[in-house]
């Protein structure tokens, strides 16, 4: 009897110990993780603004994580799934096509309007949430796929207040147009000509290089022959930041550079090595400056206290595209894109970048557009 009553209480302590182990996997098991997926050009002449906006999607995530989510009745883990479009289009086809067989709830990308376009179909095709941060011309929102939605205003926008920025601020007269033959690229200056020209402008001349460029010598020598006041860029500011070191080199240090958002970057004092024209830069961006943004200051110095010196333009939005996916999750109780995409839709959400709502197109109901000049090297908003 002795033995016997010792057997069971010493079994009492494995059976508490098994009792922690299930309880333990048990607690693992109820947390789910829920992978994001951000896609963009990481490598190549523009990594630096899509590592800028790769961090403002993890940024969110941290966040998000760190409040511990709840969502149909399981804990949430969300993770980042990263990829790399190199800022070309049938990478980011390849990429878009990746995440929709990665079974990820939500895309943050892609960053330029010739790999948001196509990869665009793709997620539609797979029923994958996709929101750009960046990407502006007009055309990706245009076959009304009900998957993709864009959270800054589009060319349309941006074009047309440079134009009239051109012609009645700084009563501009003659203008060159040289675009790079992306998408983004022709979309916004062809919207900025069709503006110059109703507001009485010249369009002295039309060139064309392309994204990867760095001499625009001849080009440059070509126009300079016709006398403009200004030049409008449709490109990315790794070409931008040449050509304004070009312009200088021909003595065309007065004429003034329009351009839009993709040129419109912290890093474009750097790259034209503060060459004189950059002083006569304005370019235009979706958006408020961070400066008056709802939430902007507080949230810049957490940004650059968690990554310093990598603040481009596009982060808050990316960060804010972050939050939308999981609010709507929120909303529809539930991480599958296909039970959540209508909360999504029908989302209205107070963010960092402003209030947050969508057209039936998906494009945001009350877009902002921002202007820029270069004072003594540092981008400085002029409304």
Known sequence: MKQARTARAGSLPVLAAAGL????????????????????????????IGKDTENGVRMALEEINAQGPVIGGRKIRFELAAEDDAGDPRQATAVAQKMCDAHVAGVVGHLQSGTSIPAALIYSKCDLPNITASASNPDLTKPGYKTTFRLIANDNALGAALAYYAADALKVKRVAVIDDRTAYGQGVAAVFKATAQQ???????EEFTNDKATDFMAILTAIKGKKPDAIFYGGLDAQAGPMLRQLEQLGMGDVKLFGGDALC???LAELSSRAAPLAHVTCATGGASVAKMQGGPEWKKKYDARFPNQFQIYSPYAYDATYVLVEAMKAANSTRPEDYLGALAKLHYKGVTGDIAFTPKGELTR??????????GVRTALN
């Open 21 to 48: 182990i299930l309880a333990a996997t048990a607690s693992a098991q109820e947390v789910q993780v829920v992978k994001i997926g951000h896609a963009g050009p990481t490598s190549g002449g523009i990594a630096h």
């Open 199 to 205: 507001k009485g402008l010249t369009v002295v001349g």
């Open 265 to 267: 970057t912290e890093k």
């Open 367 to 376: 877009p902002a557009v921002t202007l820029y000049t270069y004072v003594d």
